[in-house]
């Protein structure tokens, strides 16, 4: 039983860390982000109503994004833990999340911050842009959505903290030194990874 928050700035690679240090705990991934771009490719009824809200790089509701989550956490690939990558992402997630974990007896087992300077998010953001064309990644956007990070996302590591929960990462070099960086440091907490096949 694994359960990882994985934080950071647009651009300080938590995507694919995520989903590397997901596999190596032997849970799924979840990123909010990537259920809401799916429904709007979907044309699917969620996806209508986040379409405009991710383009400019705003939150969703509060209510809205913390149903999102209960629902794919209630399914059963997440029952042995589970790495949530993108949520919560400002205080009033916090506790949707706190009460759903309580109603089911869990707690986290650690919060990964990945710690990247802010030059050096903004030219990973720029480069993805180039490569994957997301609609949310224009320069405008961009300052947007760091500008919430830094206003409503940065104050949850202080509730985190708080609870002893944060495993800091230097988020600079090899995507390989940095994923073996997070899982020594969880390790470190006695959190144990699957074993290779
Ligand atoms: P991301 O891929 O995590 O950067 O998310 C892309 C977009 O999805 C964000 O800019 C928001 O519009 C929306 N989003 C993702 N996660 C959340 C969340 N926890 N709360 C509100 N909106 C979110």
Redesign the pocket.
């Known amino acids: 039983m694994t359960r990882l928050l994985i934080v950071g700035p647009?651009g300080s690679g938590k995507?694919t860390q995520g989903i590397r240090i997901a596999e190596a705990f032997g849970v799924p991934a979840i990123?909010?982000?990537?259920v809401?771009?799916a429904a709007v490719a979907d044309g699917s009824d969620l996806g209508s109503q986040?379409k405009a809200?991710?383009e400019a790089?705003?939150?969703?509701p509060?209510e809205l994004?913390s149903a999102v989550v209960r629902e794919r956490l209630s399914q059963a690939d997440a029952e042995g833990g589970f790495l949530l990558?993108?949520?919560?992402?400002?205080v009033a997630?916090v506790m949707h999340l706190d009460e759903f974990l309580e109603g089911r007896d869990e707690e986290l087992d650690a919060v990964i911050l990945l710690d990247v300077p802010r030059d050096e998010s903004i030219s990973r953001i720029a480069l993805r842009a180039q490569e994957q064309g997301r609609t949310?990644d224009t320069e405008e956007v961009i300052a947007n959505?760091l500008s919430i990070y830094e206003r409503e996302t940065a104050p949850i590591l202080g509730v985190y903290e708080a609870r002893d929960l944060v495993v800091h990462i230097d988020g600079m070099g090899t995507l390989d030194e940095i994923t073996e960086r997070i899982v020594s440091a969880l390790e470190a907490r006695g959190l144990v990874r699957v074993p290779v096949a």
């Open positions: 647009q995507g990123s909010t982000g990537d809401f771009r986040v809200i991710i790089g705003d939150l969703v509060d994004t990558d993108g949520y919560p992402r400002n997630q949310d959505r």
